[in-house]
């Protein structure tokens, strides 16, 4: 029996998690035990010109601060016109520069905390938190003069025997080598069986109950949604892409301390419950290993958590 249902719906009264703005919400479970939050900042810039990295802390996904704080020196964990490199450079859209700094995620592997981020028309990124500890300092760990790849939306994911894999843009993925300073091979596409790709932006890759599950960010009828295709092995072949988080375009997913998985979320527009502030609920997986959004309000699922 298929349990899936074939319109999910967010919880009800679903609400952000705090009164700042933000998109592309990403979140992970640290060594420590607390949850770092990232995303794309610098309202209402972020269209324009931006150049910052924040991250956020939390210990109970309910109650969230700033990691960093020290007025008059460093409030942020990295700033391209501080930190960067070749993410400097300004171009023109439109007439007006441009030169936004979009999608950060944080990850924790090999024992120290990655940021991967991009620079729209330049490429996207790779930083290492040479501390081990998610504050940093972060230093770039691909290279002084050059992006990874001249594709926007970068990502992380580590498989099962160690290996990290780098995916970006639409789906494409590529192993990197064991020091995770270059690829070690070509970027290919993973595509599910019922379109090109699964999303044109916004891809995350993760593992469970031995499945592969690749999201992607999509407008569906004008409205940004998470699609998510399943497969048995990593480079696929990949099943049927289908709507998993309504209004959740450009989303990850991620497990807590108890194994619970949880999708972020953040609203691109006005369809959405809320709008580009930082948000997460519950998700669950059917009879099929589909993932659908938990039906238990999310505000009392985190204050009985």
Not at 244 to 266: A, E, K, Y
Not at 288 to 293: D, G, H, N, V, Y
Request: net charge negative; with cysteine.
């Amino acid at each position: 029996m298929n349990t899936m249902n074939k319109n999910p719906e967010l919880p009800a009264h679903f609400k952000p998690l705090f009164d700042y703005p933000l998109r592309d919400t990403s979140i992970c479970l640290g060594h420590d035990g607390y949850y770092y939050m990232t995303g794309t900042t610098g309202f209402p810039d972020w269209w324009a010109v931006t150049g910052d990295i924040q991250i956020w802390k939390s210990a109970d996904l309910q109650e969230w601060t700033p990691i960093i704080t020290e007025p008059r020196k460093r409030t942020v964990v990295w700033n391209i016109d501080r930190d960067g490199t070749w993410e400097k450079e300004i171009t023109l859209r439109d007439g007006a520069p441009f030169r936004p700094l979009w999608a950060p995620e944080i990850h924790y592997l090999k024992g120290t905390y990655w940021l991967t981020y991009c620079i729209p028309r330049l490429g996207s990124g790779l930083l290492r938190s040479v501390s081990g500890r998610a504050e940093g300092p972060y230093v770039d760990h691909i290279s002084m003069k050059s992006p990874i790849s001249p594709y926007i939306d970068a990502s992380l994911f580590q498989d099962d025997d160690g290996s990290v894999y780098y995916l970006c843009d639409n789906g494409k993925i590529a192993r990197m080598t064991e020091d995770m300073t270059a690829l070690a091979e070509e970027l290919r596409l993973l595509s599910p069986s019922n379109a090109e790709h699964v999303g044109f932006e916004g891809t995350f890759l993760f593992k469970t109950q031995g499945r592969y599950y690749l999201a992607g960010a999509e407008f569906v009828d004008g409205d940004y949604h998470c699609l998510v295709a399943s497969s048995d092995h990593l480079y696929g072949p990949y099943g049927d892409r289908y709507l998993v988080i309504p209004h959740g375009g450009h989303n990850m997913f991620f497990r807590d301390r108890d194994g619970q998985w949880w999708s972020t979320f953040f609203g691109n527009n006005a369809n959405a419950p809320f709008r580009e502030r930082p948000g997460i609920l519950k998700v669950e997986f059917d009879d099929e290993l589909r993932i659908r959004p938990k039906e238990e309000n999310l505000i009392d699922s985190l204050q009985t958590k």
